[in-house]
């Protein structure tokens, strides 16, 4: 299948190591997601096997088919390529992306993580189809991460990469919810180039009721209210 094109509005990331699941499957609270209009689901699993991850990936594949929402998996390209899902999110840590585009070939997914101009300037030559640009904020989510980079720093990387003259499209993450979404969207505006979307965890994997968290959110996205 040719590389689809991706609408990046709202991406969610998973994560069912945070006690934020109770005693819900993830695949459920994916596919409420999913209901509410999540764009893009990445599976972000640290724990666990890789026979657990390639059955997880698999399982949640068959639910994000129906929705005909690309399935990405975090750091794992075997995995992604295991399960013929829609691409890979790598960290700077992770494989390179010229050794994952090979393996991978030009029609999947890849995303990369970054959080400085010359980050994003490489991965947007080396041919990421999308940044993830963070982190915007301290969050409880993902502790270990380097930079805290806040609107400003994703705002500086948009306009490098849009005055090099790249149309990577781009997510920022990090501490997004409904009360910050639209002011971080607003802030991270450059002159030349806007965020595709945001990626998101617990505002919507903890939500009581993630299909409405979920539209609220997407809506908020794609239609914001004049910003006050
Ligand atoms: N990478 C940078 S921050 C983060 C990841 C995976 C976690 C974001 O989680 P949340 O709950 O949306 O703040
Ligand atoms: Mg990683």
């Not at 059955?55 to 068959?62: M, V």
């Not at 991965?123 to 940044?131: I, K, P, R, S, V």
Request: charge should be negative; hydrophobic fraction near 40%.
């Amino acid at each position: 299948m040719a590389k689809p094109q991706v609408d990046y509005a709202l991406y969610l990331v998973t994560d069912s190591t945070l006690g934020i699941l109770g005693d819900r499957d993830l695949n459920g609270v994916v596919e409420a997601s999913l209901k509410g209009g999540v764009t893009v689901v990445q599976l972000r699993e640290k724990t666990g096997d890789t026979g657990q991850l390639v059955s997880k990936a698999r399982e949640l594949h068959q639910i994000t088919r129906r929705y005909n929402v690309p399935l990405l998996i975090n750091d794992r390209v075997d995995v992604a390529l295991a399960v013929g899902c829609e691409g890979v999110h790598i960290g700077q840590d992770d494989m390179e992306l010229a050794a994952a585009r090979r393996l991978l070939g030009p029609d999947k997914i890849i995303g990369v993580t970054v959080s400085t101009v010359e980050e994003a300037l490489r991965a947007c030559e080396g041919g990421a189809d999308y940044l993830g640009i963070g982190t915007v904020y301290a969050t409880p989510t993902k502790t270990n991460t380097k930079e805290i980079i806040g609107a400003a720093g994703v705002r500086g990387i948009l306009e490098r990469i849009a005055e090099a003259g790249h149309n990577t499209q781009t997510v920022c993450i990090g501490g997004i919810n409904e009360s910050n979404l639209q002011r971080i969207m607003f802030q991270c505006h450059a002159a030349k180039k806007s965020l595709d979307g945001v990626a998101i965890v617990s505002a919507i994997m903890a939500a009581q009721d993630p299909e409405a968290a979920a539209r609220k959110l997407v809506g908020l996205v794609r239609d914001p209210p004049p910003f006050v």
